[in-house]
């Protein structure tokens, strides 16, 4: 079971944009662009059924919400990760879509907190 918790950790990101400095707008650029970029890619696989392809998506994706410290959507990824090697083609939909919605929870957490910095 996947505790409930917010979609990043603001501490642990708070310190990766200082030890990042300019760099950091573009990890979040390359985040979201590779999020998108997953998600379509992750429709393609399972319309297709291409377990090893939603299985590679899963772990990239995974790679990138650690980095920006978004554990509950790496857990998510993990599950799928995991569902890909033989769950049934409900449950992977199941799944693709729990990752959709975290990632929507990640961008929008994301964006509030970069909105709050700014400000």
Not at 42 to 55: F, G, M, P, Q, S
Request: charge should be negative; hydrophobic fraction near 45%; include cysteine.
């Amino acid at each position: 079971m996947i505790e409930t918790v917010e979609p990043i950790n603001i501490s642990a990101l708070d310190t990766l944009k200082l030890v990042l400095g300019a760099d950091f707008p573009e990890l979040l650029r390359d985040f979201n662009k590779h999020c998108t970029n997953d998600l379509v890619k992750l429709e393609v696989a399972i319309a297709k059924v291409d377990r090893a392809a939603i299985r590679d998506i899963a772990h990239s994706l995974k790679g990138s919400a650690l980095s920006l410290h978004a554990k509950p959507l790496a857990d998510y990824c993990a599950v799928l990760e995991a569902a890909a090697v033989s769950s049934s083609v409900d449950d992977l939909e199941q799944s693709i879509s729990q990752v959709r919605e975290c990632v929507k929870e990640v961008i929008s957490a994301l964006e509030q907190w970069a909105y709050k910095g700014s400000h």
